[in-house]
C-alpha cells in the first residue's frame, strides 16, 4: 500500500515522540512493502514564531493533500501563563480538527498486565480494564460562540449541539460496541443542561436501530468517580467534547502514564492520529518523553486503512518493551539509561527482528550489543 502522510511533529516533546512514531511506520514500510512518504507541516507555537499563525494555510493544504495526518504536541509556557494572549497555540489544533471535519475522537484506555503496579490505584480495581472513550470532537463549548465584556469582568462560552452533529457520533459509538462486550455508556449531565438532554434524546432515538446494545447513562461527575472506582464496568463511552477531554484524561491513572494514551480523530474524509498528552515543554530535548502514545497512535493509522497484521506488529513491539522495562523514567525504575529514542529504537528492532530473544533485546537496548 502507498500512503502520503503528513506529520505535524508541533511543539515540546512533540518532535521527539514523532520522530519515533515515524520510524515505525518505516520499519513497517520496509518489512511489509509498503510505500510510505511523510511531509511536515508546522502548527502551534512553532507556527506562531515563525508565520504569526498557529495554523498556516500551507500546513492545512498539506494535510488535505495526504492520506491521514500523524500529529505531535502542541502548547508553550509562555502562552499558558498569559491568559490575555490573543493567538495561542490550542487554535491550530481546533482549527485542524475543524478545517478536516474530525468529529470522532477514539481513545482505548487499556490497563496493561506488566504495568498494573505503575497506576496509583489499586491493581484489584484497574486489572483487565479495556474502555474505547468516543468523544464528540468538533462541537460543544470548545467551538461555541465567546463574550467577554468591555471591561473584561464578564465572560461566557457557549456550548452548542445539533441533531446531526450527535447522530454521526453515536452511530460509531454503536457499531464500535458491537464488535465488542456490546454495551455502549452516555455520559452527560442532562439533568442540568439542555445540550445534554438533547444527546440523551438522539441517542434514545438511534438505540433502537442496534438492539442488541445495552444502553446505560450516566452523569458526567458520577462517570468521574466510577472510572477510578469501577472501571471495568465501562466498555464504550460515548460523550460530548468538553467532558470527553477530561475523562480521558482521568484515565490516564488507569493505564500508569499519559504517555501509553493513543487516539484516533476520525471524520468523514480524513482523518489524524496523535497521543493525547500535551507539549510538556519542560520535558522537552531531555530525551524522557514517553514516545509510546505516539507509537500506538501508529498502530490506529495502520487499522484504519485495514493494515491490522502491521498493526498487531506494532502492538506486539509496545508490549515486549513494557515487559523488558525498555520504558522512559515515567514507567522505569530498573534502568536509568532508557531515552526516547532507545525505545522507539526497540520497537523498530522488534518490528524487524520478531523472533530475537529477550536476552538479546534487552542488551542491545542498554547499549552492549548491536544487530547486524
Known amino acids: 500500500m502507498k500512503l502520503n502522510i503528513a506529520v505535524l511533529p508541533g511543539d515540546g516533546i512533540g518532535p521527539e515522540v514523532t520522530a519515533q512514531a515515524v520510524k515505525v511506520l518505516k520499519a513497517i514500510a520496509m518489512e511489509f ?11 502551534g507555537a512553532c507556527a506562531i514564531d515563525k508565520t504569526g499563525n498557529p495554523l498556516p494555510e500551507e500546513t492545512i493544504d498539506i494535510c488535505k493533500k495526504a492520506d491521514a495526518v500523524l500529529f505531535g504536541a502542541i502548547g508553550d509556557t509562555k502562552y499558558d501563563n498569559d491568559p490575555n494572549a490573543k ?6 489544533l481546533l482549527g485542524i480538527r475543524q478545517e478536516l471535519g474530525l468529529y470522532t475522537n477514539i481513545r482505548p484506555i487499556i490497563a496493561y498486565e506488566d504495568l498494573l503496579n505503575k497506576s496509583s ?5 484497574i486489572k483487565d480494564t479495556n474502555i474505547l472513550i468516543y ?29 446531526f452533529e450527535i447522530e454521526r457520533i453515536a452511530h460509531l459509538a454503536f457499531k464500535a460496541a458491537q464488535s465488542r462486550k456490546r454495551k455502549l455508556t452516555l ?3 442532562a439533568n442540568v443542561l439542555e445540550s445534554s438532554r438533547l444527546w440523551r434524546r438522539v441517542v434514545q432515538d438511534i438505540a433502537p ?3 442488541n446494545v445495552k444502553l446505560d447513562y450516566m452523569y458526567i461527575d458520577n462517570a468521574a468517580m466510577e472510572l477510578i472506582i469501577r472501571p471495568r464496568q465501562f466498555d464504550v463511552i460515548l460523550t460530548e467534547n468538553m467532558f470527553g477531554d477530561i475523562l480521558s484524561e482521568e484515565a490516564s491513572v488507569i493505564v500508569g502514564s499519559i504517555g501509553l494514551l493513543a487516539s484516533a480523530s476520525i471524520g ?27 507509537i500506538l497512535s501508529v498502530a490506529m493509522l495502520l487499522d484504519h486503512f485495514g493494515l491490522y497484521d502491521e498493526a498487531a506488529l506494532v502492538r506486539e513491539g509496545v508490549d515486549k518493551s513494557l515487559k523488558l522495562h525498555i520504558t522512559t523514567p515515567d514507567l522505569n525504575n530498573k534502568y536509568d539509561n532508557i531515552s526516547t529514542t532507545k525505545v522507539g529504537d526497540f520497537i523498530e528492532d522488534f518490528i524487524q527482528n520478531p523472533e530475537e530473544t529477550n536476552l538479546n533485546f534487552t542488551n542491545i537496548h542498554l547499549g552492549q550489543s548491536t544487530i547486524i
Open 33 to 43: 512493502n509498503h510505500i510510505f512518504t511523510f511531509k511536515k507541516g508546522l502548527v
Open 87 to 92: 493567538i495561542r497555540p490550542e487554535q491550530g
Open 121 to 125: 490505584l489499586k491493581v484489584k480495581q
Open 135 to 163: 468523544r464528540e470532537l468538533t462541537g460543544g463549548i470548545y467551538f461555541g460562540k465567546r463574550y467577554l465584556s468591555e471591561d473584561g469582568n464578564t465572560a461566557s462560552d457557549t456550548c452548542e449541539y445539533n441533531r
Open 187 to 189: 455520559v452527560d449531565k
Open 209 to 211: 436501530q442496534y438492539p
Open 268 to 294: 468523514d474524509k480524513y482523518a489524524m492520529f496523535e497521543p493525547i498528552h500535551g507539549a510538556y515543554t519542560k520535558a522537552a530535548n531531555k530525551g524522557i518523553a514517553n514516545p509510546i502514545a505516539s
